[in-house]
């Protein structure tokens, strides 16, 4: 059985993730989509916990996905989880660069390889942090995030 672990943030979910998620369903006999922190990146705008459950809602109809949480190295996710690969979505070139040093540190110090899936569809360029810019400021994100989402940044943002 083929194990894969997609990693991320998810900060929160949007359509391209789905989309990269989706497609991993397809290749893969078992998808894992961990939600882990990422210290580069601010504190977040949802709990890590909050992050699994819209996941789960969002994927609840593709049987060989399941969320997981996850802190410290993706490779030490991965083995733990026992993933036999990452996946990685990529939206462009620039994506494409900064994935291949992750997939040659991540394959180095960890021996975990990496899969890249291209993103596709309409939500193919969406971003996380664009689609909290625009729900803060009051903007339509309904066609880019699942309803899920729609309804947690709503809330969220009307705190």
Known sequence: MTVALYPGSFDPVHNGHLGV????????????????????????????VERAEMISAAVADLANVRVELFSGLVTA????????????GLRGGADLSIEMQQ????????????????ATGPSALVASTYIRQISA?????TGVVP??????LNRRFQE
């Not at 997939?103 to 291209?118: D, E, I, K, R």
């Open 137 to 141: 400021m009051g903007g339509d994100i």
């Open 77 to 88: 996710a991965a083995t733990s989880l026992g993933a036999d690969c990452l996946v990685k």
């Open 103 to 118: 997939a040659h540190m991540n394959l180095t110090t960890g021996a975990v390889p990496s899969v890249f899936l291209p």
């Open 21 to 48: 998620i989706a497609q991993a369903a397809v290749l893969f006999d078992s998808v894992i989509v961990g939600v882990g922190h990422n210290p580069a990146k601010p504190t977040g705008l949802f709990a890590p």
């Open 147 to 152: 309803p899920v989402v729609a309804a947690a």
